[in-house]
């Protein structure tokens, strides 16, 4: 049986019982929504990590790039949205892609960009899917519900042999709630938003069949979709220390951690010295804005237990620095160099895509290795 | 010619005429306090990159991980220092690449870490080369300069049949500097403790031939390096905000920047939504502490001119949010759907990490890619 003492650290893990435990949960409350769930595979960037989430081989799912579109296609995954605002440039991808057999459906919100997409699916011959994006929160992107431009949108995508599949919206504002309530808030508001785009539409006389909402918080304190055809959530497959924040899973949720070795202490600081820094936890500070500021992440023992009140508290490229987060009471247990740590990160999409696989727990064992793909 | 329209986004371009006069400076400056520049490879991570600093095709470098060890000892470089305290789990690995060419020499500073790697050197008839790392400046790893257990981990490397090959240090501090007189001070702080402590190890009986120091900042701006034999630097190949904001170079030195294509606005706010978030940029917010904060990195042309005031003001994963800094006065140019942006990063090893490879600019012609290795 190979464990974590074979690894030279520092090593992305995933706990793969929690990780299924997770996609279970959220599968069924979906399921229970009475909507399809379409997984955002911008988080696991995996076919193995994806796959438990997915409702059939084929899909559907939801990408981050064009680059995930090639490598889920490549897999057998065809129904794809591909979920960040069109650009010239990725048009001729985007049609050889559909060549190739991806039913890929692409996101726009501005009247000048549903121009584009008519005038490629004209010279192409290829009546591009295309969703209209719409801001339920102003939070980022995407077109107001009540916009008049909305339906001049969809019309300009119709007229010019474009196919408009639908509307679709984020609820990125979910990430700064409060409270559980305060999320089931924004669920509400974030389909109102969308379900009040796509009636306008249809009112205009045209088509609307993808009715689309997603973030990991709204997905989970949904109490009614009605209205909606899917849902997409990435994060609910790891979880990660800043949904834990938000009450959105436990500490003890999170699938993914990453491995470290100590190298070194300043004893008289209390600090020790870790072989992951910022490159393996990433730059994400997602928890310094929440009530708990876990640094660049919260440290545990090789079991995955918490070790009272030990966070990453700095980190360089290469080396973390481990100490009693402020205010913590009594002495952090001794670490000699060569002690492995498991530390959980802010932001599973953030800490994943510094890595290119995933050393895959099974109990103690690792029982396999998943590659994950990065970059564009 | 091939030229940035060609390409999709985001992509990372390398403007090879500012690499090359960035690493003609700093070349010529080392030179000319009299010792070797030891390039730090961790910046770029790529042969083509890291070649125009190093003194020799066989070296020498430091690495910042042993997957650049093995990147660059395919390359045919053999003087290789791994600058992070070296952990029990990869001294077989270590050894390894000794065994097949690699002149490797690793780094620690506790006592326990020393017998560990005495024991391995014994174990595996190999006198391991180990570098003392020393704290001259309390940021983060190393044994001060006066501490008594400087000579036991000297005598400790020796005893066990390892090699004390010198000593090293990283004024890691001179990135909280605020003028350029303060970093030249910290220049000599760091070389007085570096050499501080090889004269101790020298009194005490033991060989000390490298005494190494080394940040970009302090390399810069050294006025003597008397008793030091080498300088380790890695982000001035490229430059960054950070470093541009510490007065380190000039914002028009920066070699490194992301090319995004507008894909949106918000027009009643003021945002221009981009298709590089911070996936491409990283979550790195290193001038946020600055005087001038650069937000996730500043706004430029295609040629590679700031737009006055343009920074991208905030990121999710594949989004950037680009708007007129806090403060700015006039009206933001018009950037349609498709326009083509370059954006400078904050820290250039941190976007960097975010690709697998560069797009190299010569003039106005993409003259090449780069293969860049990233990971563990």
């Known amino acids: 049986m190979t464990t974590i003492d074979a690894l030279e650290t520092p090593r992305l893990l995933v706990d793969e019982a929690r990780m299924l435990r997770n996609v279970a949960r959220m599968r069924a409350h979906v399921r229970a929504l009475g909507v399809t769930l379409r997984p955002h595979v911008k988080t696991a960037k995996c076919m193995e990590a994806a796959r438990p989430a997915m409702e059939t081989p084929h899909g559907p799912i939801t990408v981050s790039t064009l680059k995930e579109a090639e490598y889920f296609l490549a897999h057998g995954v065809t129904d794809i949205l591909y979920a960040v605002g069109i650009t010239p440039n990725k048009l001729d991808h985007v049609v050889d892609l559909r060549r190739r057999g991806a039913r890929l459906a692409i996101v726009l919100d501005e009247l000048e960009a549903a121009q584009l997409v008519a005038a490629k699916a004209r ?217 492995l740590l498991r530390v959980l990160p802010n932001h599973a999409c953030a800490t994943g895509a510094q890595f290119d696989r995933y050393h895959v727990l099974r109990g103690a064992e690792i029982a396999g290795v998943w590659p994950r793909l990065n970059g564009w």
Chains 1, 2 share one sequence.
């Open 123 to 339: 010279a192409a011959s290829d009546p591009l899917d295309a969703l209209i994006e719409i801001d339920c929160d102003g939070h980022r992107a995407g077109v107001r519900p009540d916009a008049p431009e909305l339906i001049d949108i969809g019309r300009a995508l119709a007229a010019g042999g474009a196919r408009l599949a639908g509307v679709m919206t984020h609820a990125g504002g979910s990430y700064d709630c409060r409270s559980t309530e305060a999320i089931s808030a924004m669920a509400a508001q974030e389909r109102d938003a969308v379900v009040r785009a796509a009636t306008r539409l249809r009112a205009a006389g045209l088509q609307c069949p993808i009715v689309s909402v997603g973030s990991t918080p709204t997905a989970t304190f949904a109490t009614s979709l009605a209205g909606v055809t899917e849902v997409r959530a990435g994060v609910f497959v790891f979880f990660d220390l800043v949904m834990a924040g938000l009450g959105v899973c436990r500490v003890e949720d999170i699938a993914l951690s990453v491995l470290t070795s100590v190298i070194g202490h300043q004893r008289e600081k209390g600090w020790t010295i870790v072989d992951a820094g910022w490159m393996a936890m990433s730059r994400d500070r997602g928890t310094a804005s929440q009530p708990v500021d876990q640094g660049y992440g919260l440290v545990c023992d090789t079991a995955g237990a918490p070790l009272d009140d030990l966070v990453m508290i700095a980190a360089n490229q290469e080396h973390g620095i481990v100490a009693a987060r402020p205010g913590a009471t009594g002495a952090p247990p001794p670490l000699p160099v060569g002690t």
